[in-house]
């Protein structure tokens, strides 16, 4: 059985984790017979989106308390992350990993990676542990990666993603929904998920491959 710690950042897609990708890595995680803790960021977060319109809402949400709607109260503070604890780290997507785990949002490919999560992710890979992501979580890796090491990473399919992928020396690789890609080497492991059309069924896959790889 291995050890996972998942790091959410809120919870709704638009200002968020992103709901399905975050349940499903859960529950492929159980399935598969893994322990996983969940972990967030003790922040406000950067804006509030009604899910229902997609208007921004005039008030302010916790990252962290948010997350726990997800994780049922099953949360830690993203500050007490120990890469020694764990066999893996995951990061769900949803625009969150942009606004709330990052600066992707405001400054696009010149961005800046949240410090906790970005000193959890050099210690993972220090530490020869994998790492994990899903949906436009991926860009976060990248950027922590930038200069250091070109890593096999996937976006999907749309040309838009993979040039920013390039444009941070990455090495983009297109896949389809149900597909998950391995770079083997440095075992990093990231599948589209919603950078790809709708498709529950075919994420769930895509997820299910990725996990099988993550954690072993």
């Known amino acids: ?7 959410l950042s809120g919870c709704g897609h638009l ?5 399905h990708e975050s349940v ?3 529950l492929h995680l159980e399935n598969q017979g893994h322990f996983y803790q969940c972990f967030a960021p003790d922040v406000e977060q950067k804006k509030v989106v009604n899910h229902l319109n997609e208007e921004k809402l005039d008030e302010t949400r916790n990252v962290l308390t948010e997350s726990a709607r997800i994780a049922r109260g099953k949360i830690k503070p993203l500050s007490e992350i120990k890469a020694y604890d764990f066999d893996a780290l995951l990061i769900p997507g949803g625009f969150g990993a942009a606004l709330n785990l990052s600066t992707f949002a405001e400054g696009g490919e010149d961005f800046e990676v949240l410090e906790d999560l970005h000193n959890a992710i050099e210690e993972f890979h220090n530490l020869k542990k994998s790492i994990g992501a899903t949906c436009i979580a991926t860009i976060i890796i990248a950027k922590v990666f930038q200069g ?4 096999k990473l996937t976006l ?17 690789v297109p896949a389809s929904v149900d597909e998950s890609v391995a770079d083997i080497e ?6 589209p ?3 790809q059309p709708d498709d529950l069924k075919g994420l769930s896959e895509g997820i299910e491959k990725m996990i099988k790889e993550l954690v072993i």
């Not at 059985?1 to 790091?7: K, L, Q, S, T, W």
């Not at 440095?186 to 599948?191: A, E, G, L, S």
């Open 1 to 7: 059985m291995g050890r996972v710690a998942v790091v």
């Open 15 to 19: 200002d968020g984790s992103e709901i």
């Open 24 to 26: 499903l890595c859960l």
């Open 148 to 151: 250091k090491k070109r890593l």
């Open 156 to 172: 999907g399919t749309d040309a838009k993603f993979i040039k920013v992928l390039e444009n941070l020396n990455m090495d983009p």
């Open 186 to 191: 440095n075992k990093i492991y990231t599948t």
């Open 193 to 195: 998920c919603y950078m």
